[in-house]
């Protein structure tokens, strides 16, 4: 081979490459593998984050819509005379009040779809994923007391209930004296007025993974009904 060919040789692109040996293309694979496994991993965890954040966003705004819709509902609350009531001994009045529950006639907000007059019923009771705050209503007829609630309609509010409890405040005690339940007419146990709705009502609910806040709505006595029943309304929270 003369001296031209040999400077042919050595002028050619090809002739100048150096290719990678294998171990240096396993070296670069690693790390590439390694590069995608790590990207994966910060991907995963920030839709797991975004995922959690957005939950969080949306217990919380369960927990404030039911709220005010707890406000509207439990918050007009229509005095009627139990047509029921033979003798002293029997509730004067349509409006049960107990530790687990709480029963009334109301008005449903018209913004909901169903505005009139109603028979309510607040309380937990089982659903497929566990306890489940659940209210109960049907229209409202005269001269009838409260329909078998079983057949009622029913909306869930919130579900994965841990705890519930109900207590209402004696408008007649100073301080507070709040009662695990309201009965007419007044008793010994707890002195309550023989005519008289409590003040205030305080909700007090525990949901998994989530902390809420006792819920304390005050009861304030509104303008007579068409039909002659006088009106309590529940707003504010006090």
């Given at each position: 081979m003369n001296r031209m060919d040999i400077a042919r040789r050595s002028a050619?692109?090809?002739?100048?490459?150096?290719?990678?040996?294998?171990?240096?293309?396993?070296?670069?694979?690693?790390?590439?593998?390694?590069?995608?496994?790590?990207?994966?991993?910060?991907?995963?965890?920030?839709?797991?984050?975004?995922?959690?954040?957005?939950g969080r966003l949306s217990r919380m705004d369960d927990v404030e819509s039911v709220a005010v819709f707890l406000r509207s509902v439990v918050g007009r609350v229509v005095v009627k005379k139990n047509p029921a009531s033979l003798n002293t001994n029997d509730a004067p009045y349509l409006f049960q009040a107990d530790p687990d529950s709480l029963t009334w006639i109301g008005v449903m907000p018209a913004r909901f779809g169903m505005?009139?007059?109603?028979?309510?019923?607040?309380?937990?009771?089982?659903?497929?994923?566990g306890?489940?705050?659940?209210?109960?209503?049907?229209?409202?007829?005269?001269?009838?007391?409260?329909?078998?609630?079983?057949?009622?309609?029913?909306?869930?509010l919130i579900e994965q209930i841990e705890s519930f409890q109900l207590q209402y405040e004696n408008p007649q005690r100073s301080p507070d004296v709040w009662s695990a339940s309201w009965r007419f007419p007044a008793n010994a146990v707890n002195d309550l007025p023989a005519d008289r709705f409590p003040s205030r009502v305080q909700i007090n609910l525990g949901r998994s993974g989530q902390a809420w806040p006792p819920l304390v709505v005050v009861m304030r006595p509104l303008s007579g009904a068409a039909d002659g029943g006088e009106i309590v309304g529940i707003g504010g929270q006090g």
């Open positions: 050619c692109p090809l002739h100048r490459m150096r290719g990678f040996t294998l171990v240096e293309l396993m070296v670069a694979m690693a790390l590439m593998s390694l590069v995608v496994l790590a990207m994966a991993s910060a991907l995963r965890t920030m839709a797991q984050t975004e995922s959690r954040v957005d505005g009139g007059r109603y028979f309510f019923h607040l309380a937990v009771e089982a659903s497929p994923s306890a489940a705050l659940v209210l109960r209503y049907q229209i409202w007829t005269p001269n009838t007391g409260f329909p078998n609630w079983a057949a009622a309609q029913q909306l869930t």
